[in-house]
T-cell receptor
Framework: GIQVEQSPPDLILQEGANSTLRCNFS?????LQWFHQNPWGQLINLFY???GTKQNGRLSATTVATERYSLLYISSSQTTDSGVYFC???????????FGTGTLLAVQP | KAGVTQTPRYLIKTRGQQVTLSCSPI?????VSWYQQTPGQGLQFLFE???????NKGNFPGRFSGRQFSNSRSEMNVSTLELGDSALYLC??????????FGSGTRLTVV
């Protein structure tokens, strides 16, 4: 099955700094999503981005499907950005998401 | 539009008991899938239902089962609970080939 790797596993930033999170996947995908898991456990959808580039406020994401990676950019980070960021993919045939192991982000004031 | 609703939010059960969790998808979404999250194994796929039919199942023992009703609401059941079943159980719904939307989860503790 498809393997999903995220890097870095942990990241500590000062408020106001920028960061880039990476997601590599091992095969063609039909769907790629970035999620932020809040302290209560809910997975908040940030981007549905099987290819191309999208922006939403201080966050943006780029997926290069031909090279099998996606990047999540966080600019001017705030303490509320802290939490775990997951990348998840599905191949379009199995109707399931395969998650990476996540990046734990801590933004310090 | 209401989101994905999972009930209950928290549960404490004793080993050997069984438990039923509920998930109501976004209106109009016919696909419902379930995931288990533990610190050791991360997020793992349990099963997916579409129009009352299970289309895919993850690598979990038969103690884990589910079903979907005609209104697309889904339940999952875990029988003969073990300590290792303690986890956050997340439900997601989707329509077509678009993205998945997750509920707030049910945190199950087995003592």
């Amino acid at each position: 099955g498809i393997q999903v790797e995220q890097s870095p596993p942990d990241l500590i930033l000062q408020e106001g700094a920028n960061s880039t999170l990476r997601c590599n996947f091992s095969d063609s995908v039909n769907n790629l999503q970035w999620f932020h898991q809040n302290p209560w456990g809910q997975l908040i959808n940030l981007f549905y981005i099987p290819s191309g580039t999208k922006q939403n406020g201080r966050l943006s994401a780029t997926t290069v499907a031909t090279e099998r990676y996606s990047l999540l950019y966080i600019s001017s980070s705030q303490t509320t950005d802290s939490g775990v960021y997951f990348c998840a993919v599905d191949d379009g045939a199995t109707n399931k998401l395969i998650f990476g192991t996540g990046t734990l982000l801590a933004v310090q004031p | 539009k209401a989101g994905v609703t999972q009930t209950p939010r928290y549960l404490i059960k004793t080993r050997g008991q069984q438990v039923t969790l509920s998930c109501s998808p976004i209106s109009g979404h016919r696909s419902v899938s379930w995931y288990q999250q533990t610190p050791g194994q991360g997020l793992q796929f349990l099963f997916e239902y579409f129009s009352e039919t299970q289309r895919n199942k993850g690598n979990f023992p038969g103690r884990f089962s589910g079903r979907q009703f005609s209104n697309s609401r889904s339940e999952m059941n875990v029988s003969t609970l073990e300590l290792g079943d303690s986890a956050l159980y997340l439900c997601a719904s989707r329509t077509g080939n678009y993205g998945y939307t997750f509920g707030s989860g049910t945190r199950l503790t087995v003592v």
